[in-house]
C-alpha cells in the first residue's frame, strides 16, 4: 500500500504557531488595551459578505475586487466573498443596526483574518490579521483624524517601536477630486504610452491608482504628473491645513505624501500610512483614511467615517526584529513524581499550582528522575519539584530551582508561593558552575 498524501497549507497562508502565538496574542491584548482607553468597542463581523458589498465600497475596478477576492456562487446563487478587508462590514453593520441612534460618535474596533489572493511575498500573505478602528459619527473635524493616528503612535511606543514614519495626504471630495481626476486623465493620455501596462490600464479605469506605482522607471514620469495638494477646493485645503495643526499639537510627527492615495476607492479627504524600514517591499503597517460619503453610499444616513487597519502579521515581524518584547509564558514547574504512592500528592500539588495561576507540566506516567529533570531543562522550566514517597511521608518536597540548581524542602502548601515570588535566575555559566 502506499503512504498516504501529506497535505500542506495552501499557498500563501500559515500556520502560527507556538511560541510566536504568545507574542500575537500579547499584541492583540495590548491593541484592545490601547484601543479601548481611547474608548474604542470591539464589533465582531462576519468572515463572508455578499460580494457586491465590496464591489460597492471597495470598488469594483480596485485590484482588491477585481483580481483578488476569494469568491463563490452559494446554493442560492448569491455571489458571497471572504472578506479582503472589514471596514465595508462595519459600515454594513452600522446601517444594518441603526448604530447613528445611538449617542455620540460611534467607535468599533474588529480584529481578525482578511482573505486577499496576492501574489505571496514577504510580509504578505493570502489569509492575513489585521486590527482596524472606525469612527462613524456626524462630524468630520480632523481633531477625529489626528486622535485616530496618536492612538496607532501610542500601540508602537508600547510595542516598544521607533523606527516608523507616518505618511499623510488629503485626496480632496465628490468636489474638487473630480476635477483633479480629469487633469490627470488628460497629463496621462500624452505619457500613458511611456508608462507601465499596469499604469496604462489604469490611466483608463483609475488614474488616481496611477499615482501608487512602484516601478522604478515610471517614477520621473508620474512625479511631473499634476498633485492633487494644488488642486483641493478651500474647505478640502482647510481640513488638511487643520489635520496638520491637530498633529502638530499632539508633536506627532508625520511626512505630508501627495502620492498617497491607498488602493480603496471609499476614501476621501484624509488618507494615512505608517509605514517602518525593516518590512522590505511590504512596507505597510498600517493604513486608513476618512469615507465620508460610504455610508450613504451603501444606502445608509449621512454620517461621516474615518479607521484604520493594521497588519498584525507585519507588526509581528518588526517587534519581532527589535527584539524589545517578551511575550513568552515560562513553564513555572515540571513536577517529578517516583513511585504510585506519590502520583496523588503530585496531582494535588500541580492543581493547587495551576490555581495559583503558575503554568504546571506533570507526567502522565513515572519518569526516570534524570530523565525527568533534562526534560523539564529542555522545556524551559523554572523549577522542578521532586516527590518521592519518602517526600510524600515527610509532606516536604524537593523544589528545586534549575537555573543554578539550588535546592531547598518546602510544605505543600508554601511550594505555590515561593515559585511565585523567587525571580528567575539567569543561568550560570560554565566557570562559575565548576567553582561550587
Ligand atoms: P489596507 O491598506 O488595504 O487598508 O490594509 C491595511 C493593512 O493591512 C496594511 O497596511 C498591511 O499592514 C495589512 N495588509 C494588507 N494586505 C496584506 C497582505 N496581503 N498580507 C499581510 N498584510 C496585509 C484596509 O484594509 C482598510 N480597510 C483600512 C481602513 C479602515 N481604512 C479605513 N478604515
Known sequence: MSSPRKFHAVRGVRDILPPDTSLWNWFEATARDVLETYNFREIRVPVLEETELFARSVGAETDIVS?????????????ISLRPEATASVVRAYIEHGMQMRPGLVKLYYAGPMFRRERPQKGRYRQFYQIG????????????????????????????????????????????????????????????????????RRSETNPLRVLDCKVEADQVIINRLPQIAENLCEPCREHFAELRRQLDLRS????????????????????FEITSPHLGAQNALAGGGRYDSLPEMLGGPAVKG???????????????SAGKIDATRPLDAFIVWMGAGAYPAAARLARRLRQQGLCVELPAEEPKLRKALSLAERLGARFAVIIGENEVREGAFAVKRLADAEQRKLAEADVAAFVKTTAPVAPRTGAQASQT
Not at 67 to 79: G, L, N, Q
Request: hydrophobic letters at 40%; aromatic letters at 8%; proline letters at 3%.
Open 67 to 79: 483580481k483578488e477576492m476569494y469568491t463563490f456562487t452559494d446554493r442560492d446563487e448569491t455571489a
Open 306 to 320: 474615518i479607521g484604520f487597519a493594521l497588519g498584525e502579521d507585519r507588526f509581528i515581524e518588526v517587534i519581532q
Open 252 to 271: 506627532i510627527p508625520y511626512q505630508v505624501t501627495p502620492r498617497l492615495v491607498r488602493g480603496l476607492d471609499y476614501y476621501m479627504r484624509t488618507t
Open 133 to 200: 478602528a472606525e469612527v462613524l459619527g456626524s462630524t468630520d473635524h480632523p481633531a477625529i483624524d489626528a486622535e485616530l493616528i496618536e492612538m496607532l503612535t501610542v500601540l508602537l511606543e508600547r510595542c516598544k517601536l521607533d523606527n516608523w514614519t507616518l505618511l499623510i495626504n488629503s485626496i480632496g471630495d465628490a468636489n474638487c477630486r473630480p476635477q483633479y481626476v480629469q487633469k490627470l486623465r488628460e497629463a496621462l493620455a500624452g505619457v500613458k504610452s511611456q508608462l507601465c501596462g499596469d499604469c496604462q
